[in-house]
């Protein structure tokens, strides 16, 4: 029941089993080489100080800070044009984000796709992802959902085939973090289709690594989803071995001149982080304890060369890095590393009712069961619920928030008749799911 808790709270989603996809992969030989080359890394401290040291001083800096204040303290320019207006939501849209306000960060997206020059396609599909990106920070996947379809739509998208892989992507992403992997298997589909046209195109040799990339990404997130942790790890090596090819275009100063999101050194580094965390939740599905805890470190350290530790991206690494810990009988800092992550979802800025928060208190309160601490973890299983009781879409997505280690929690924390209606539900769920003889039910 642990094990299936973690992996659970790793993806976002209850492990569902969906269709088959069947995908052209290297030869085994290949990707038993790959494998080999994944497990071979060095052992991690025996601690985590480093790690604390690190999230301590992980503050932005003050210069920055204050600089995207002053941004969003600005007025608009008098007598701007839609150009001027544009690029001023822009920046604020982006000032937001550098200090974790997602609403911010959303209404002002909003107004910048209000000016962009439906003309200039980069303006356009910047914008787009602005707003999509905030309702990801904010854990609404329904509202990024809507707003990659949207985008999809579009006259800009139907001419651009790298878009269309972008935002199939994201498709794969949300989908599979609201548990929907038929949508997601759907999206898979057309990321292949997408990506045997833009293999043919004048623009590979420029846009290759980075569609190759977001391919892998895609298709590791979905087998991760659908209980296939190997080929999901064998995706996100590739996907990786693409975006090291971004970094080090950036590093030789190739995107210097341009002003665009993609090439930015936030994007670039950001998407190598993404999918070191994605590698280390394939790990930890197979019970790689070390390897697993080796990746997230090194994703945990490069979110935090791009940004502060108040952002659901580095919430998300720090609980991955937990449960690695935990299973390995470190419970103690297992916890100490689940308060941070929770602290930085906190300290984000998403709303109490968002995925993100959700998962994050279930998580640090899995820790405190593990280390005893029962009264505080019934304080975060109600949060959770109350939470979700005010979202109408979270409510119908948790119809039932019963979870056996709140039953621990309550049990021994004097609250015995909760715990009892909460066991009773989950065991005629199983009992009716599983049968009599199944172990769950047992």
């Avoid at 995107?255 to 590698?279: E, G, P």
């Avoid at 939740?281 to 304890?289: D, E, G, H, I, P």
């Avoid at 640090?364 to 009781?389: M, P, S, T, Y």
Wanted: proline share 3%; charged share 25%; with cysteine.
């Amino acid at each position: 029941m642990r094990h299936a808790l973690y992996l659970r709270l790793l993806i976002c989603l209850p492990l569902l089993i969906g269709g088959q996809v069947v995908l052209a992969n290297p030869s085994p030989t290949v990707d038993q080489e790959v494998l080999a080359s994944i497990d071979k890394v060095p052992p991690p401290p025996k601690t985590i100080n480093d790690l604390v040291k690190l999230l301590d001083a992980a503050k932005p800096d003050q210069a920055d800070i204050q600089k995207s204040k002053d941004i969003l303290q600005a007025a608009p320019p008098a007598n701007a044009t839609n150009q001027q207006l544009y690029v001023f939501y822009r920046d604020r849209a982006r000032a937001s984000e550098q200090l974790g306000l997602t609403k911010s960060m959303l209404d002002n997206c909003q107004k910048e796709q209000e000016y962009v020059d439906p003309g200039n396609r980069d303006q356009f599909f910047d914008a787009q992802m602005s707003c999509i990106q905030a309702e990801f920070f904010d854990g609404n996947m329904q509202g990024a959902i809507s707003r990659v379809n949207r985008a999809l739509s579009s006259v800009q998208a139907r001419q651009s085939n790298g878009w269309q892989l972008t935002f199939q992507l994201l498709l794969v992403n949300a989908n599979r973090q609201i548990g929907d992997l038929e949508a997601a298997e759907i999206a898979i589909r057309e990321v292949d289709s997408i990506m045997t046209v833009l293999k043919r195109s004048n623009a590979w040799s420029e846009w290759g690594s980075n569609w190759t990339y977001q391919s892998e990404r895609a298709r590791g997130e979905y087998y991760l989803a659908a209980g296939k942790p190997v080929a999901a790890e064998l995706s996100f090596v590739r996907g990786l071995s693409a975006i090291d090819k971004r970094v080090e275009a950036f590093e030789a100063g190739l995107y210097k001149d341009s002003t665009r999101r993609v090439h930015s050194r936030q994007a670039v580094y950001f998407n190598k982080a993404i999918i070191l965390n994605r590698l280390a939740n394939s790990l930890f599905a197979q019970r790689k304890l070390t390897e697993a805890e080796y990746y997230y470190r090194l994703a945990l350290k490069t979110f935090l060369m791009v940004g502060s530790r108040n952002s659901v991206a580095v919430a998300g690494v720090l609980n991955g890095l937990s449960h690695a810990v935990a299973e390995q009988g470190r419970i103690e800092e297992s916890l100490l590393l689940s308060k941070y992550a929770l602290n930085s979802s906190i300290e984000s800025g998403v709303s109490e009712s968002s995925t993100n928060m959700i998962y994050g208190r279930r998580s640090h309160a899995a820790a405190l069961v593990n280390n005893e601490k029962f009264g505080e973890a019934a304080q975060q299983f109600n949060l959770i619920r109350a939470a979700v009781a005010k979202d109408d879409f979270m409510k119908e997505r948790f119809k039932r928030l019963n979870d056996l280690d709140e039953v621990v929690a309550l049990i021994f924390s004097k609250q015995a008749s909760q715990a009892e209606e909460i066991a009773k539900d989950m065991y005629e769920i199983n009992l009716k799911l599983n049968g009599a003889k199944h172990p769950s039910t047992a």
